[in-house]
T-cell receptor
Framework: GAGVSQTPSNKVTEKGKYVELRCDPI?????LYWYRQSLGQGPEFLIY????????DSGLPNDRFFAVRPEGSVSTLKIQRTERGDSAVYLC??????????????FGPGTRLTVL | AQSVTQLGSHVSVSEGALVLLRCNYS??????LFWYVQYPNQGLQLLLK??????LVKGINGFEAEFKKSETSFHLTKPSAHMSDAAEYFC??????????FGDGTTLTVKP
């Protein structure tokens, strides 16, 4: 796999349901980021992993949102009791080290989440 | 704290004309600045980045940007627009840990 992949590409769910969004980063990349992009806006930071640990989760909007990266590669973003306002494109990015501001972040194509 | 403001949510130019997309930033530390392009239904692709090595940064597809500290700006330019440049463009500023703050984007339309 040459790039960051995300599954599913589209997810439609009903209000109140639980969803999981998956991100496969570029092999060997230590840092992994989740962003949320609402219609007409730029990506908004959610959480950043350095290896297996969440180094910065200050962007998670509330306790319905949770993310894990148990083996330091694949990450799953979990949303409980989904609300219509959660509808957005969820972007994942990875970078080689995450310890340098000049690291290039490589973005996946995103998962479009629609909550009915 | 850091923030980015992109002036103009929509920019329209004729093919062959100069492209100028504006970005102003705010950062409490020396900034690292990025421009990304996003084509419909695709992920963000890095165009160029400023890392304090040189104030004029050249990127892919003929784009370049100039860092002006006195104006807190990092405007993106291209001398001659091509139809394939039509896309959405995002300016971003990065924190030391790589967490990025993005502007709201500018949609570039190129008219034949």
């Amino acid at each position: 796999g040459a790039g960051v992949s995300q599954t599913p590409s589209n997810k439609v769910t009903e209000k109140g349901k639980y969803v999981e969004l998956r991100c496969d980063p570029i092999s060997g990349h230590t840092a992994l980021y989740w962003y949320r992009q609402s219609l007409g806006q730029g990506p908004e930071f959610l959480i950043y992993f350095q290896g297996t640990g969440a180094a910065d989760d200050s962007g998670l909007p509330n306790d319905r949102f949770f993310a894990v990266r148990p083996e330091g590669s694949v990450s799953t973003l979990k949303i409980q009791r989904t609300e219509r306002g959660d509808s957005a494109v969820y972007l994942c990015a990875s970078s080689p080290t995450g310890t340098s501001s000049t690291d290039t972040q490589y973005f996946g194509p995103g998962t479009r989440l629609t909550v009915l | 704290a850091q923030s980015v403001t992109q002036l103009g949510s929509h920019v329209s130019v004729s093919e062959g004309a100069l492209v100028l997309l504006r970005c102003n930033y705010s950062s409490s530390v020396p900034p690292y600045l990025f421009w990304y392009v996003q084509y419909p239904n695709q992920g963000l692709q890095l165009l160029l980045k400023y890392t304090s090595a040189a104030t004029l940064v050249k990127g892919i597809n003929g784009f370049e940007a100039e860092f002006k500290k006195s104006e807190t700006s990092f405007h993106l330019t291209k001398p001659s627009a091509h139809m394939s440049d039509a896309a959405e463009y995002f300016c971003a500023v990065s924190s030391p840990a790589g967490k990025s703050t993005f502007g709201d984007g500018t949609t570039l339309t190129v008219k034949p």
